[in-house]
């Protein structure tokens, strides 16, 4: 995940009001929306984009979350690899109840080739993507409504387990990206 990606996508700051991130919303939902550009290809990919940074940073608890893992990310990032796996065992000592937030904490995110990412819009959370790439995907269990499946590492699991996980997803909501080459793999 890049750092603050969401803010960059809606064009806002890092502090920006709720106001300022709808009405940057609907700018660009107006600006890219495929009835009004109908000779651009990557305005669905925008728009997708558009919407899953709006879902995330119009509520405000998964703002926090946002905010905090990007926080975490640049901890880590700034850390040594061997003070990451001392800071990781210290923390897996400690026994506490895992959310979905503690499991993305928990885990180094390394930059892998490949970016993976779960739409949460096509997401209903079958389950066989976190059977075939446990270390990758999680299913957030302790949602009561409309649980997902969450990227915990990038790099847990050989690609080819990746892409089979993709692959069963009966909505295709794993997007799998080639970050060396901007090109989207899967689906």
Known sequence: MDIHEYYRILKVSEDATLLEIKTAYRFLVKKYHPDRNYEKENDLEMIKKINIAFEVLSDKNK??????????????????QKENEVLLKNRNENKEKISTTSIRKKIA????????IVEPSLCM?????EILAPNVFHIETNKMINPKAVVISETADKFESILDAAKTCP????????RYTDKQIFP
Not at 63 to 80: F, V
Not at 173 to 178: G, P, T, V, Y
């Open 171 to 178: 909505t295709k909501a794993i997007i799998i990206i080639d």
């Open 63 to 80: 703002r926090k979350e946002y905010d905090d893992l990007c926080l975490e990310i640049q901890d880590l990032d700034s850390n040594s």
């Open 125 to 129: 959370a079958f389950g066989s993507c």
């Open 109 to 116: 995110i390394e930059k892998s080739r490949f970016k993976i």
